[in-house]
């Protein structure tokens, strides 16, 4: 027993085949859904924000979230719980549903794991565990300082899952990093919650960011990370055609004029400016960046781009979708979002687990 | 649950393994080590007692205070971590011999927290005490056993599926789990999730009983069912050539795997790691050729009390035990992993 591999079923270590040849742009059936794709899936954001914005411990009608919004005649109270309270949390529910969604897709385009995720990864445990011992042993509390402990947990995980998991999608690879990524996120959060027992001030200031609630968050917390998240974004956006060339394979990459190297470099920044931005002003949300690249690969096909910009729309509704039903799910109190995100996302690791071939999303 | 033989991997009966002299002593040496450390335990705490003083006071009954400390303060705890470690050692022993897999253990494929569902369904849903919750949590661990295996099950129960089902079994059960908790009034969440964290804080003269007594039922019936394991392990055809019945061995490899991690859950929570770690290091002490149930069980209680020690006594104002073997558990399974990756690198 102990010489058996760990990862390594018996006769199950196929490769998993290449993602399937079509060419990047796949005519204008695919494009005309993904233009579909993307107007519904901008409705669906407006339509989630607006909910965001009325339902809670007190909802609000829609007029009178307009009026507060606009400044129109809204009762002070109404325009406190959606100027106040509201807004902030379900704008940073959008900017971090975007950033891990893209961190997510662009994780999976670098490993060709199809089960690449932040939180599988382990990466927003990494961001966390460096998150609590700034505030714990630096006494870091303003949310911009929190912005450097994070990318450095971020990357300091994706480097150890990278040298763990090596770079072939076999499905002994993909097992290894799998586990790997859940063995150092349990890890880091033990020993998180060992250094919060003992220090119990700590405690109180990282209970509500860890359990990834979204309540009472404020404007200051997410101001700072949004250029990180921007530039990050657009890294991803503008990768896209050179991921497209690498699903060919390497050496036809660069036949194309891909440097890849560089590619890969500028894919793990992005990945780590989004994925810590994301749990530095969220906390730890799982499975957004598994769950909607996959569901934009099922709907506009193989070609990065618009897998890429489908998962931009569409991952902020998930998480702003999370965070309302988060508010509903209790008598009293709230469902943090990572929660409700880990539940809904778990059936769709599970169902890429039962497919024949694993094919990652982008 | 079993694969076409002829994608089966050759079975670790052709793994060289150790003389059965070394196995004899390695177990012996696991029996003083498990021992000497409990003795250690036990004179552990604000009123220190040397290892002379401990058997002392336990062989001695006049020995009054000293008595009273080491046999009503500290056995119950000592014990219950020494019974809960070789039930959860044991368990994971069984399923990673049946899935053929290290990691196939209950703690990774789900069933641990499958087995906390159902003992927080049962005391928060259905207000029952703590016989209702080792109930749940049996009915739970079998549920989600059920749930997995036929989740993972196509033409036979592949490693990878496995413990990918497993992860997100565990993933979705977990938030289940805190859902609950947060659902529940107040003091009945405070209950469970006490030993939600997996902590021996609360053991009892008669929690430890009740745990000996269930944990030694069970590793008798284990006992009952490792000689034809051992035939299923060299491969279903020859198992079957030999008259075993591979279909109600299996079924009850897995009852009595989940009966124990269900009563391990029930007793002290869900602790981490150690149904994964055990069996294996047992195996490379022992140099066994397949997993040793008694040296499994035997190394287990010696990690658990090892674990609770360091829970108790090194963290500053003490942690829950399944905080310290998630850390340990955790970073030995890494270990592993990198180890792996060398090899295939």
């Known amino acids: ?362 | 649950m079993s694969a076409p033989a002829a994608t089966r991997r050759p079975r670790r009966a052709q793994v060289p393994g150790g003389s059965r002299a070394r196995r004899v002593v390695g177990l012996l040496v696991l029996l003083l080590a498990t021992a000497a450390l409990a003795v250690f335990a036990l004179g552990l705490g604000d009123y220190p007692l040397s290892p002379g003083e401990v058997i002392g006071a336990a062989l001695d009954p006049g020995a009054g205070f000293k008595r009273t400390i080491v046999l009503e303060w500290r056995l119950p705890r000592v014990a219950l971590a020494l019974l809960i470690g070789a039930a959860l050692a044991v368990s994971g022993a069984l399923f990673q011999s049946l899935t053929d897999n290290p990691l196939g253990s209950p703690d990774i494929i789900g069933f641990t927290s499958g087995s906390y569902t159902g003992a927080i369904l049962a005391l928060t849903v259905l207000g029952a005490g703590l016989d209702g919750a080792a109930l749940g949590a049996l009915l739970g661990g079998l549920a989600t056993a059920g749930v997995v295996l036929a989740l993972t099950y196509r033409r036979g129960i592949e490693g990878f599926r496995l413990i990918i089902v497993g992860i997100g079994v565990t993933a979705m059960l977990t938030a289940l789990n805190q859902w609950l908790l947060l659902r529940a009034q107040e003091e009945v969440a405070m209950s469970a999730s006490i030993w939600g964290a997996g902590s021996l804080a609360n053991s009892s003269r008669e929690a430890a009983l009740t745990a000996g007594v269930g944990v030694v039922v069970l590793l008798v019936l284990v006992a009952a069912v490792s000689a034809p394991l051992r035939q299923l392990e060299l491969g279903d055809d020859l198992a079957r050539s030999h008259g075993v019945r591979t279909g109600a061995v299996r079924i009850s490899v897995v009852l009595l795997g989940v009966a124990l991690v269900a009563l391990a859950v029930a007793t002290s929570g869900p602790i981490a790691f150690v149904a994964l770690t055990a069996p294996q290091i047992a195996a490379r002490l022992l140099r066994s050729p397949g997993l040793p149930l008694t040296g499994s069980a035997l190394t287990g209680a010696f990690l658990l009390l090892g674990a609770d020690l360091l829970a108790q006594h090194a963290v500053p104002g003490g942690v829950p035990v399944g905080t310290v073997t998630t850390v340990l558990g955790g970073v030995y399974l890494v270990t592993l992993l990198i180890r792996e990756a060398r090899k295939t690198w």
Do not use: C, K
């Not at chain 1, 233009?35 to 519904?40: D, G």
């Not at chain 1, 506009?300 to 979708?321: F, K, Q, Y």
């Open chain 1, 1 to 362: 027993m102990p010489d058996t591999p760990l990862t390594t079923p018996a006769g199950a270590d196929r490769a998993a085949p290449p993602a399937p040849a079509r060419p990047p742009r796949a005519g204008s059936r695919r494009r005309a859904a993904g233009i579909l794709a993307l107007v519904l899936g901008f409705a669906a954001l407006v339509l989630a924000f607006a909910l965001a914005l009325s339902v809670g411990s007190r909802p609000l009608p829609a007029e009178e979230v307009w009026r507060a919004l606009t400044g129109g005649a809204a009762s002070s109270d109404a325009r406190l719980v959606v100027l106040e309270l509201r807004l902030p949390r379900s704008t940073i529910a959008l900017v971090a549903g975007l950033a891990l969604g893209l961190a997510g897709a662009l994780a999976q385009s670098l490993t060709r794991n199809p089960l690449a995720d932040t939180g599988i990864l382990g990466l927003n445990s990494g961001a966390s565990f460096l998150i609590a011992l700034s505030v714990m042993v630096f006494g870091v509390s303003s949310p911009f300082w929190r912005l450097p402990f994070a990318f450095i947990g971020t990357l300091g995980v994706a480097v150890g899952i990278f040298l763990i998991g090596g770079t072939g999608a076999t499905r002994s690879s993909i097992a290894r990093v799998t586990l790997a990524g859940m063995a150092i996120g349990a890890v880091l959060s033990g020993i998180v919650t060992a250094l919060t027992l003992i220090n119990p001030a700590a405690y109180s200031v990282l209970r509500a960011w860890n359990a990834a609630s979204l309540e009472g968050r404020t404007w200051g917390e997410l101001l700072p990370a949004l250029p990180f998240v921007l530039i990050g974004a657009v890294l991803a956006m503008t990768l896209g055609a050179s991921f497209n060339s690498l699903s060919l394979g390497e050496d036809l990459a660069r036949s194309l004029g891909v440097d890849v190297g560089r590619v890969r470099v500028l894919a793990l920044v992005a990945v780590t400016l989004l994925a810590g931005s994301a749990t530095a002003i969220a906390g730890p949300i799982v499975f957004v960046g598994l769950m909607i690249p996959h569901l934009a690969r099922a709907i506009v096909g193989p070609d990065v781009r618009w897998i890429m910009a489908l998962t931009a729309v569409l991952s902020p509704v998930l998480v702003l979708a999370a965070d309302v039903l988060g508010r509903v799910l209790l008598p009293n109190g709230e469902v943090p979002v990572g929660l409700v995100t880990a539940f809904l996302g778990a059936p769709v690791l599970i169902a890429i687990a039962r497919r024949r071939h694993l094919v990652a999303a982008s």
